[in-house]
Structures are given as structure tokens and as C-alpha cells.
């Protein structure tokens, strides 16, 4: 009988497709370990190194000035909160009450009564600062507990830099200032290095406070920029505010006047209305004007605050600081004419800046005629902010070349190639600021500086109360370039409502009251930026060059 070979029965076929089967799937098994493994480096630790680089990112950016001077930061934020139970003992209680009171400066009775209370979790006190939360770590006690919160803000130089930094909210978003108008990129951690310079910020401040509680004011600001290029090395508000302390947010601390405030200028304008009347060639430095009587327009009469009997040229106008003079001149000008180089210089329009709180200028454009236009050529009836007029100073003094103020450092970005005046239109209006300080007997006293070249304008506007104007109530602003040949650094403050004093022979006028406060100012930035003096001959060369008349030979 033939038999036929086999080389598997039934049996041994199945024991082999068992282990085939248990040898694949073990394969298979090892082989998704390693593949979950290798993932698991690549891909799992690369998506948690994102979210930590997330996570770093969220960290609110540093705010420096331009020597790395930290003006804002934030730090770890810790409450310290006890477990009662945990403290069994009055004596126990006692002990920590004490300790706790000389770390917190709370009362160890308050402190007391919530460690006696029958709670797991009893808030002792939130928000603690960074030494207060390393010494309670030194006491090592049991029932205390740090909990972390969320990271907090922190202003080093607290009410200094209020209206520059601003502050930010519960949940880090910039409310005001620079926290505000950079929010996105300090958002993204990304710091920020300010044009700021803190040591003339906090001199300016000090010697504006100084000023303001001498003359018992309401209120004041002072704007400093490098007209060369547009960056603001100082800015102050006053009333200002501590971020660091919620407490002091009242309306009027938070209001920065600097930037969000409209004010009529006063005799501040008048360069402005001469360089406006040379630019369109209306008038020229030969032309005289009759200021020996007042102007009546309908029921309204323009005066001058000193009556001059006779003719002025425009740097008589300027120097003596006529009324009369001025608005012969708007008149020549027109209401058209002075609409259009009002918007040439910015007048109209919100200053594109990074605090972005900042105000446009008011002006009643339907009722602009004769009379408004003779008005606001010396500063009444058009309100402007401080550094609208900071911006259109620097700018008819830098050869006409359009300057956008910044808070950031960035060289000469912001001197546009924009001329909204001919060269020899602003040496004109430099030699008129300087004649203010070297031939007048009583402002230019009160602001020279030996080697040193400054022009300068006063401007006094009366305050309204109750729709009526107040010849009892100032506002005075002085606004100064230095050096006047060529313009570096340009000052202005303003204090509101001084009171007459005896000291001052009862005058609240910007000579009297705002002039000696830039000098002040001055004289500290010479000290911390190092300015040296000009030498007699370059002063001298200076003065013939520009066609400045002496008083005494040389005008320091």
C-alpha cells in the first residue's frame, strides 16, 4: 500500500500558525513601544518645550529707560494664608502673632484672632512682598502657607514715572501709558527701552513739585524733548499717581495733562503766527505795526498787558509780547491762510505716539472769523496739548523739518523730510526766541545761564470760571530751546492757578512763576547729561550771526 508524505498533519499546522501568530504579535507589540518611545522624544517633548517657551512668552515684557534703568517689572505674587487647626496652643499662637507682626506690620491682636479661628485656610494677608515672603520661609512654621498667585507688577520709582509707564489691570493689561499703548508687545515678553531718561525725570519732577507748592497751584507739567531726534528724554503729569498702590488711582491724579489735556497757550503762539505770516511771505522783518492803541473789534477790545506808544517791528512784537501786534498781523494773514498752516503743523490732529491717550486739539471751526483769527495768532480761542505745542516748536525751530515726538530711542526716524517752513524762516524765529532772553529786563534775568544759548517765549492765559475769563486765575507756560543757534533740546512747563504771593510782588505771570523753573530744569539736565558751555567767542559769533543786539556786550 502506498503511503503519501506529509509534511504537516492537521495538528502540527496549527501549532505553527499559533506560535507564527504569537511571534508577530509580540513583534508588533515591540515595535509600537519603540515607536512610542521615539514620538515621545520627538514630538511629545518638542510640544511640551513649545508650551514652556508659551508659557515664558506670557511673562510680561521689562520696562527700562534709556540706561537700563528698570521702570517696571513683574515678580512672583504670594498671599500667606494659615491652617488654624494645625496651631493647637495659645502660647503656639502667640509666639507666631508676634513674629507675624514685625514681618507684616499688621497688629499681632488681628493677626491673633484669625489664627484662634476653627478653619483649615484663614487669609492672613494677600499680596506679600518678595522680603516679607523669604522671612516668613525663615520661621519655618508649620500652619503657614505661602499660595502663589498671579505674577504682580511692580514700578520701582512708583509716582515719578506714573504717566509715562502708566499701570496694568488684575490680569496684566496695560491700563495707561506705555502699559497700554505697548501692550501687545509686552504681552509677548518682549521688553521695551524707553528715550526716558530717569535721572532728568525725577530732577524735572522734583523741581516742578518744588515749584508748584511755592506758588500754593493747582496743578502743573513739564515735557523735555531732543528736537534733533523727536525723542522725549521727560514727561510729567502733576497730580500723579503711585501703581504701585491702587489707593491713589483718583480721576485727576490718573489725567495726564502733558498728553491728554487741551489748554489755550497764551503768547506761546505768537512765534508761531510770525513764523506763519514770514512762511507765506506776508509779511517780513522791515514791516512795523502800530501798537499804540487797542483794537476794537464789535463788543471785543485786544490790549496789550503793557501798553507800548508807537510802532514794532516783529521782533519787538515778539520781545515786548503784544497783543496788538500779533493780531495786526493774523489779520494780514487771514482766517484761510491760518487754517491751512495750522494743519501743516499738526494742529488739528491726534499726535500718532505710543501712549495712545493722547488728545486731539479743540477748535470751534464754524465760528472762525476776524475776531478768532486775530485771537488765537496770540493763543486765545484754539487749544492745543502741551505737546502739540512742544512738537510745533521743534519743529519751526529745526529748520521747518516736521518732528514726531517719540518715547522710544530710535535716532532721527521721526524728522520727517517734510518742510512746513523755509530754513531762513526758522533762524528768524531762533533769533526772536533769543532776543526774548537777551533783551528783556525782567524774563531774561530769570533764565540766563552763563555759556549757555537759550531762547525762549512766556505765554500767561487767563482760566475760565463759568464762562467768563478770570484775570485773577493763570495759566503760565514757558517753552525754551538751547542752544538757540542750534536747537537741541527743547523745555517747556506749565503751572495753573498759581497764587499771588509777597515773595513775587504778587505777580502770577509766566515770567514770574515758570521762567525760574526752567532754568532750574536746565541747569540739572547740564549737570546729569554733562553739556558743556560755549566759550565767549562762540556765543559772541552766535549772537552776529543771528543779528542779536547785546546788552552789555555779551548776554550770558
Known amino acids: 500500500m502506498n503511503k503519501k508524505f506529509k509534511f504537516f498533519d492537521s495538528d502540527s499546522l496549527k501549532d505553527i500558525h499559533k506560535r507564527l501568530f504569537f511571534s508577530v504579535t509580540i513583534f508588533t507589540l515591540i515595535y509600537f513601544v519603540v515607536f512610542y518611545r521615539i ?29 537700563n534703568v528698570l521702570l517696571a517689572s513683574s515678580i512672583e505674587n504670594y498671599s500667606l494664608a ?19 507682626e514685625t514681618i507684616l506690620k499688621i497688629p499681632k491682636e488681628q493677626i491673633q484672632n484669625k489664627l484662634l479661628k476653627d478653619s483649615h485656610f484663614v487669609w492672613i494677608k494677600r499680596n506679600i512682598s518678595p522680603r516679607e515672603h523669604q522671612q516668613i520661609i525663615n520661621l519655618g512654621e508649620i500652619g503657614l502657607r505661602l499660595e502663589k498667585e498671579k505674577n504682580r ?6 509716582n515719578i514715572m506714573s504717566h509715562v509707564v502708566g499701570y496694568t489691570d488684575i490680569d496684566g493689561e496695560g491700563q495707561s501709558g506705555i502699559e497700554k499703548g505697548l501692550n501687545k508687545k509686552l504681552s509677548q515678553g518682549i ?16 523741581e516742578l513739585i518744588k515749584r508748584i507748592k511755592k506758588f500754593s497751584a493747582d496743578s502743573g507739567l513739564s515735557i523735555i524733548l531732543n528736537i534733533k531726534t523727536g525723542e522725549i528724554l521727560s514727561m510729567i503729569s502733576y497730580p500723579d499717581f503711585n501703581p504701585n498702590n491702587k489707593k491713589s488711582f483718583s480721576k485727576v491724579n490718573l489725567f495726564n495733562k502733558a498728553l491728554q489735556g487741551n489748554y489755550e497757550m497764551g503768547s506761546t503762539f505768537k512765534p508761531i503766527t510770525i513764523a506763519m505770516g514770514l512762511s507765506q511771505k506776508i509779511i517780513n522783518s522791515e514791516m512795523t505795526f502800530d ?43 487771514g482766517e484761510k491762510n491760518q487754517k491751512s ?7 488739528y490732529d491726534k499726535i500718532n505716539i505710543e501712549i495712545d491717550e493722547s488728545a486731539t486739539p479743540l477748535a470751534n471751526k464754524n465760528n472762525w ?12 480761542g484754539f487749544a492745543v496739548t502741551p505737546l502739540h505745542l512742544v512738537r510745533a516748536y521743534a519743529t519751526i525751530v529745526n529748520d521747518g523739518y516736521f518732528v514726531n515726538p517719540t518715547f522710544l530711542i530710535n535716532g532721527k526716524k521721526n524728522i520727517t523730510e517734510d518742510k512746513v517752513i523755509e530754513n531762513n524762516t526758522s533762524k528768524k524765529i531762533r533769533e526772536l526766541l533769543r532776543a526774548v532772553v537777551t533783551d528783556t529786563d525782567y524774563t531774561g534775568p530769570r533764565v540766563k545761564i552763563k555759556g549757555y544759548e537759550i531762547g525762549a517765549k512766556t505765554g500767561t492765559a487767563e482760566l475760565i470760571d463759568s464762562g467768563q475769563y478770570n484775570e485773577n486765575a493763570n495759566r503760565t507756560a514757558f517753552i525754551s530751546i538751547f542752544p538757540s543757534s542750534d536747537p537741541e533740546f527743547l523745555v517747556l512747563a506749565m503751572i495753573e492757578n498759581p497764587k499771588k504771593i509777597k515773595e513775587e510782588n504778587f505777580s502770577i505771570t509766566a515770567a514770574t512763576v515758570v521762567a525760574p523753573l526752567v532754568k532750574n530744569i536746565i541747569l540739572e539736565m547740564i549737570k546729569i547729561i554733562g553739556i558743556p558751555q560755549l566759550s565767549n567767542k562762540e556765543i559772541i559769533k552766535a549772537n552776529l550771526d543771528n543779528n542779536i543786539t547785546l546788552k552789555n556786550n555779551v548776554a550770558f
Open 291 to 333: 501798537v499804540s492803541k487797542p483794537i476794537q473789534q464789535g463788543k471785543y477790545t485786544i490790549e496789550d498787558f503793557e501798553p507800548y506808544d508807537g510802532k514794532l517791528d516783529i521782533k519787538g512784537i515778539i520781545v515786548n509780547s503784544s497783543n496788538i501786534g500779533t493780531a495786526k498781523i493774523a489779520k494780514k494773514i
Open 39 to 67: 514620538a515621545d522624544v520627538m514630538i511629545f517633548n518638542k510640544a511640551i518645550a513649545n508650551i514652556s517657551k508659551e508659557i515664558q512668552t506670557n511673562q510680561r515684557g521689562n520696562i527700562y529707560d534709556r540706561n
Open 369 to 380: 472769523g476776524i475776531l478768532e483769527t486775530m485771537t488765537i495768532a496770540y493763543g486765545h
Open 191 to 206: 521688553d521695551i527701552k524707553l528715550s526716558i531718561d530717569a535721572r532728568i525725570q525725577e530732577s524735572t519732577h522734583n
Open 153 to 158: 507688577r511692580i514700578y520701582p520709582l512708583e
Open 341 to 347: 498752516f495750522f494743519k501743516k503743523i499738526g494742529f
Open 82 to 100: 494659615v491652617n488654624a487647626k494645625k496651631i493647637q496652643d495659645y502660647h503656639c499662637n502667640y509666639t507666631i502673632s508676634k513674629k507675624l
